[in-house]
C-alpha cells in the first residue's frame, strides 16, 4: 500500500488530463540559465497476489503518483520530485532545481515554449487489458499454479506463486519543445519452489511477464511455469555435481540472456563508459566479438518486458545495434550522456519511479540469431556442459570479469545431452568469451527480468540463440 500525500479527491483525474501548466513550469526552471530541463509525470496503480503455505496471504493495491523536475546544465543533474501537484508546490519545485544553474538573468526574458507532442514510434498492443479481470480469477490463477507445482512430487517442501501487475500513465515534457506521452501495462508472475530430500536442498525458480494485459498467460501458461519450476528442483536434487576444469560448453537458446546483459550490456550503457567504469570505454570502432555476434537493444518489440513507446525522457523507443558482427557500433544513451559525447540519445533514459532521475538502462537486449542449426551445435560439441537454465551472477563492469551460477545443466557425452548436473559456475571474461564463441544458433529464447542500478530497478528482457564457448572455466566439484 501506498501512503499519500494527496491534494485532493479530484486530483488522479487531473493528471490523466494533464492539467499541469509545462510551459511554465520549464520556464521558471530555466530562469536562472541551464542546458536542458523536463518535467516526469507519472501515475501508477500497482496490484500484487502472493501464495505461500498453500494459502493467499497477500492482496495488494495501491495508487501513486507524483511529479519528477530536472535541470541539465554544466553536465551535471540538477532533480527533485514531490507527489504534491498543486501550482505552488510544483513552482516551489522548479525555483529550487533552477537555483542550480550557475548563470543568472532576468526571468522575465524565459520565452514561454509551446510544446508539441510527440507521437510513438512503436505500436504496443495491450489486448486483454487486466482491469476487465476480477481479482477472483486472478486469485484462481495463482492458486492454480500453487496445486500444479505441489503436484509434481511429494519431494516439493514450500512453493511460492506471486502475480503483479503495473498499471503506469506517464508524461514528459521537455525544455526542446515537446511534450510526450506513454501508457504502460506490466504483467508478471512467478513461481519459487523449494525441493529437498536425505539433507539436500534444490531451489527452482520460473518467471513469466511482459508489456502486455492477461493474453501473457495464453502463451506463456502460469501452471506450464510451476510445472517447469518443481521439475527442475526435482531434477537437480538427484543431480550429481558438476565436474570443474576448462571445458566447452553449449547456452542453449532456453537459458535466456543472463550472459548478454551482465556480461555486455552493462558495459555498454554511456554512464559507465564515460566514467571509465566499462572495459568498452573508448572501444567504438573497434572488435570485441567474434564476427558471429552481433548484439541488439530493441524497446518497440511488442509485448516484451523491457518494451515501451517513449523513454522516460521522451525520447521515441528505437532498435539500436549495438556491437554488429563483432564491432563495437553505439553505446547506450539518455540525453545528459548523449550531449557529453556529442551523440543522440539512443531512448534508453530510464528511471524507476518519479523519485528518480533518468539515467541509460537497457531494455530488450539479446544476442541475434545466427545460421546453424542448434542440434548441429550439440552433435558438433563431443563432450562438455550443456546450460538449459542460467541463475543469478556477478560482472566487473570495469575488466569484464563474471561469475554466473548455472540452474540447470547438463553434462554433453558424444554430442547428446547426458545426465543432469548440479552446482555449476560459469567464470570467465566478457570480452574473451564474446571473442572465443564459434557457433551461433538461428534460434532465440527470451528471459525476463528487473535490472538493478544505482538503487533503481527496471523491467528488461534479454535474448540470446544456442552459443557455443568452446572453452570456459566451469566451477564445480574437483576430483581427486
Not at 540538477?78 to 529550487?96: K, V
Not at 566499462?278 to 511488442?302: E, F, M, R
Not at 545460421?371 to 542460467?390: A, E, F, H, N, Q
Request: overall charge neutral.
Amino acid at each position: 500500500m501506498f501512503s499519500l500525500r494527496r491534494p485532493g479527491v479530484r486530483a488522479r483525474r487531473k493528471i490523466a488530463l494533464l492539467e499541469i501548466d509545462y510551459d511554465a513550469v520549464l520556464s521558471k526552471i530555466l530562469a536562472r540559465g541551464g542546458d536542458f530541463a523536463d518535467l516526469y509525470v507519472e501515475q501508477g496503480e500497482p496490484f500484487s497476489i502472493l501464495c505461500e503455505e498453500d494459502r493467499i496471504e497477500k492482496v495488494v493495491s495501491g495508487r501513486d503518483w507524483g511529479v519528477g523536475v530536472r535541470l541539465v546544465t554544466g553536465g551535471k543533474t540538477a532533480y527533485a520530485y514531490t507527489n504534491d501537484l498543486t501550482t505552488a508546490s510544483l513552482n516551489e519545485l522548479a525555483e529550487a532545481v533552477g537555483r542550480a544553474a550557475a548563470a543568472s538573468k532576468d526571468p522575465s526574458c524565459v520565452p514561454m515554449l509551446n510544446l508539441t507532442r510527440k507521437r510513438p514510434s512503436a505500436d504496443l498492443p495491450v489486448l486483454r487489458p487486466p482491469r476487465a479481470t476480477d481479482t477472483a480469477s486472478k486469485v484462481a490463477l495463482v492458486m492454480g499454479a500453487n496445486a500444479t507445482a505441489r503436484a509434481v512430487d511429494r519431494r516439493i517442501r514450500q512453493v511460492m506463486v506471486v502475480y503483479r501487475e503495473n498499471l503506469q500513465g506517464v508524461t514528459i515534457a521537455g525544455s526542446d519543445g515537446f511534450i510526450a506521452g506513454d501508457e504502460r501495462t506490466y504483467v508478471t508472475a512467478f513461481v519459487q519452489v523449494i525441493a529437498a530430500e536425505g539433507g539436500v536442498v534444490q531451489t527452482a525458480y520460473e518467471p513469466v511477464g511482459g508489456f502486455c494485459g492477461m493474453e501473457l498467460f495464453d502463451a506463456s501458461s502460469l501452471e506450464a511455469a510451476a510445472q517447469r519450476a518443481a521439475q527442475r528442483a526435482v531434477l537437480m536434487l538427484g543431480a550429481r555435481r558438476a565436474p570443474a576444469g576448462k571445458m566447452a560448453v553449449v547456452l542453449s537458446s532456453e537459458a535466456g540472456g543472463t550472459m548478454i546483459h551482465e556480461a555486455v550490456g552493462h558495459g555498454l550503457e554511456a554512464d559507465l563508459a564515460q566514467s571509465g567504469l566499462s572495459i568498452y570505454s573508448g572501444k567504438l570502432g573497434a572488435q570485441i566479438a567474434s564476427s558471429l555476434i552481433t548484439v541488439i537493444d530493441d524497446a518497440t518489440l511488442p509485448g516484451k518486458r523491457g518494451s515501451f513507446r517513449f523513454d522516460d525522457e521522451g525520447t521515441a523507443a528505437q532498435r539500436t545495434v549495438l556491437v554488429e558482427k563483432g564491432i563495437l557500433r553505439s553505446f547506450l544513451y539518455d540525453r545528459l550522456t548523449a550531449m557529453k559525447d556529442g551523440a543522440r540519445s539512443t531512448g534508453n533514459g530510464r528511471r524507476e519511479s518519479y523519485r528518480h532521475r533518468p539515467i541509460p538502462r537497457m531494455s530488450n537486449t539479446y544476442i541475434a540469431p545466427g545460421d546453424t542449426d542448434p542440434g548441429d551445435i550439440l552433435r558438433d560439441t563431443p563432450c562438455g556442459l550443456y546450460v538449459r537454465k542460467m541463475g543469478g551472477g556477478q560482472v566487473n563492469t570495469v575488466n569484464g570479469d563474471f561469475v554466473f551460477e548455472v540452474s540447470e545443466g547438463y553434462l554433453i557425452e558424444n554430442g547428446s545431452i547426458g545426465e543432469p548436473v548440479r552446482g555449476a559456475t560459469l567464470t570467465g571474461n566478457g570480452p574473451r568469451v564474446l571473442m572465443s564463441i564459434d557457433k551461433v544458433g538461428s534460434d532465440l529464447g527470451f528471459a525476463i527480468g528487473t535490472c538493478g542500478k544505482d538503487g533503481q530497478g527496471a523491467p528488461v528482457s534479454d535474448a540470446q540463440p544456442t552459443l557455443r564457448i568452446p572453452d570456459i572455466v566451469v566451477g564445480g566439484e574437483v576430483r581427486q
